[in-house]
């Protein structure tokens, strides 16, 4: 049974950092790609950051420059750091784990952000 837990959301004012965590069990960490969406009230979810199984990073181009998605295979857990945060950051923060071989996908349960100007 995979599980993805996250944590690290909150409230913060504008120009703050926060580091999303998302600890993942049952799955073989290495065999997945790694994606943060968010969901911001009233509109659709939407990809922000991800990271192929190699490593490689890609964002989208509102957080490019201020978000970093890391991973540590240790402690099958992905990372995103957010800093110079505006109040158009706030949304709920999701992680999601796709299987590369199966394509299967997971997410985790979502975690509040709040910025505040």
């Known amino acids: 049974q995979v599980q993805l837990v996250e944590s690290g959301g909150g409230l913060v004012q504008a120009g703050g950092s926060l580091r999303l965590s998302c600890a993942a069990s049952?799955?073989?960490?290495?065999?997945?790609?790694k994606h943060w969406y968010r969901q911001a009230p009233g509109k659709q979810r939407e990809l922000v950051a991800s990271?192929?199984?190699?490593?490689?990073?890609t964002y989208a181009d509102s957080v490019k420059g201020r978000f970093t998605i890391s991973r540590d295979n240790a402690k099958n857990t992905v990372y995103l750091q957010m800093n110079s945060l505006k109040p158009e950051d706030t949304a709920v923060y999701y992680c999601?784990?796709?299987?590369?071989?199966?394509?299967?996908?997971?997410w985790g349960q979502g975690t509040q952000v709040t910025v505040s100007s």
């Open positions: 990271m192929a199984s190699g490593g490689t990073t």
């Open positions: 049952g799955i073989i960490f290495s065999m997945t790609t």
């Open positions: 999601r784990l796709i299987h590369t071989i199966t394509y299967s996908g997971y």
